[in-house]
């Protein structure tokens, strides 16, 4: 078995072509399936955030699993496969192993060092368990990544101060906002479309550069109206989204953070209600896009999306990755750590089936000797021979076992369970199936 990632994320694809590759929550179930359906995948986990798009496998085959997922993601995207391939990225077990450490740690992000990764790794992990993707050992893979990554957020200063998606949309704003009338953002009147997590953290930010004009859209009243009550010191406006094209008329600025997987703004619906001498900006944090493309051919629309970003991202990145230097350490102590335990997996059927022989062997030899022995022979003797027995098989299988075991080189320790799998006769391939 190997362990391999096939993915693509903000480094290796543009907003365009990862809202195509985006898998909703709500579908995680089928897609989990569907991966499980192909005969060499055997476990699968799937990461699918606002910044990338990662599937996780165990495979008795890498390149037939590879290519299975490389297949899935096609189909998934409708992107013929030579243009999706120069986006994907493949890891390989000890690359997969640490990315995912990286990932989980926040230092494959946008933002280095931002935390809400982790609580999405952590969601990838149950959401596997509860549709049966996680079996064993992605389990194991998940739990030492999420270990490591709650270890570089309270053993290291790389998170301390470091911004998140959302944050970094309100800077961008802040940066932009010389192009509106307004001279700042506490003067601008502001429209968050949405109420989730991403938009809580947009009022957040907004409110600590001074924002006061502060509109909510959200399908759900109710969902807005718990999103307003965690900020009681501000005041805001609740529209349903029956009113949204009026809020977003009425603001300066409008935030757009929802899970919808079509265009919710385009460039027809916002030239019917937008005065073309007035400047308006549009600041689209989803993936898939809650803005279309086309928006920017209208006069005086300012509009960006994630991607727009990086710039803002980059001026607080240095001093972060300096910092990451010290979370580094903390993740390869991990990864040796999930290592150790999927090296002695690979010993179990050997262990087993020579522990089996033995067995079988004592249990013999035990009652051909108790037949000579006959029926006078009480039970508490039976005991104490029966003892005797398991303790003598134990003690010499336990040396065996143990280097084994603990046998760093991988070569070295495959040589080893092939001598033991001769000298005793075993068959592990008919026992245990692989």
Known sequence: ???????????????????????????????????????????????????RLEIYLVTSETEQGVREVTQFLAELSKIALPMLRQHLFTLLHEDAIMHLMRVSAGLDSLVLGEGQILAQVKQTHQLGQQYKGIGAVLNRLFKQALTAGKRVRTETSIGTGAVSISSAAVELAQM?????????????????????????????????????????????????????????????????????????AAANITFTSTASTEPLLNKAKLAAVLDPHRPAMLIDISVPRNVDADVKELAGIHAFNVDDLKAVVAQNQESRRKMALEAEVLLEEEAEAFDVWWRSLETV??????????????????????????????????????????????????????????????????????????????????????
């Open 1 to 51: 078995m190997n362990i391999a990632v096939v993915g693509l994320s903000h480094k290796t694809a543009p907003v365009e072509i990862r809202e195509k590759l985006s898998i909703p929550e709500q579908t995680y179930e089928g897609a989990i399936a569907h991966l499980l359906s192909y005969p060499h995948i055997e476990e699968v986990a799937i990461v699918s955030t606002c910044n």
């Open 176 to 248: 932009k906002v010389n192009l509106l009338s307004a001279a700042s953002l506490a003067a601008c009147r502001v429209a968050i479309i949405g109420a989730g997590k991403m938009s809580r953290l947009l009022v957040q930010h907004l409110l600590s550069k001074g924002a006061t004009q502060i509109a909510i859209v959200n399908r759900s009243t109710r969902r807005a109206e718990e999103l307003v009550k965690q900020f009681p010191e501000a005041k805001f406006q609740l529209h349903p989204l029956s009113e949204m094209m009026d809020a977003i």
């Open 349 to 434: 059927p050997t262990i087993s089936c020579l522990r089996d022989k033995m067995e079988t062997i004592r249990s013999q030899e035990l009652e051909k000797a108790l037949s000579r022995l006959g029926t006078e022979f009480g039970d508490k003797h039976q005991e104490v021979i029966e003892a005797l027995t398991r303790g003598i098989v134990n003690k010499i299988l336990h040396d065996p076992m143990v280097q084994l075991r603990a046998q760093q080189d991988i070569e070295a320790r495959r040589r080893a369970m092939k001598s033991l799998q001769m000298l005793f006769n075993l068959d592990v391939e008919e026992q245990f199936g692989h």
